[in-house]
């Protein structure tokens, strides 16, 4: 197995960011820069999902994982690996949440695969981290993302 995460701590309360990811992973996009999500059925794990990055394929996944609002963690397999994205948020005190982007790739290449696919994957992981606060802000603010 390979794995990376990012963590970042955001001046915004837990339902706010759980609500602008929950927008986010229901098709609404954050910023022009979100990657495109298609939701087919409720927001609930087991769900199957389309996701379009930015300037590429789109895939499937499915959620594994939606324990509200701590946790967001959706599957995707291909090619004999899979991975597996979970948010994590967790809160910082009064008015703040830390939010823990988290991939993991396993499979029976992902050790020969992980160290040069998932850098190109999570790149974009701080850059989503501050949309999606950017969008719990707004959402706390004006009651939407």
Known sequence: MWATEHSAVADVE???VWAALRDLHSGVKLSERSDTF???????????LSVTPQGQDTFRSTIVELTEPQVYADRTTF???TLLFRHTLTPEGPGRTRVTHRLEI???EADQVGPE???QISTDFPDTLDELFDAARRQATTGAA
């Open 14 to 16: 837990p339902q706010a």
């Open 38 to 48: 298609e939701l087919h059925g409720p927001f609930a794990v087991g769900t199957e």
């Open 79 to 81: 090619n004999g690996l």
């Open 106 to 108: 396993d499979g029976a």
């Open 117 to 119: 696919m998932g850098p």
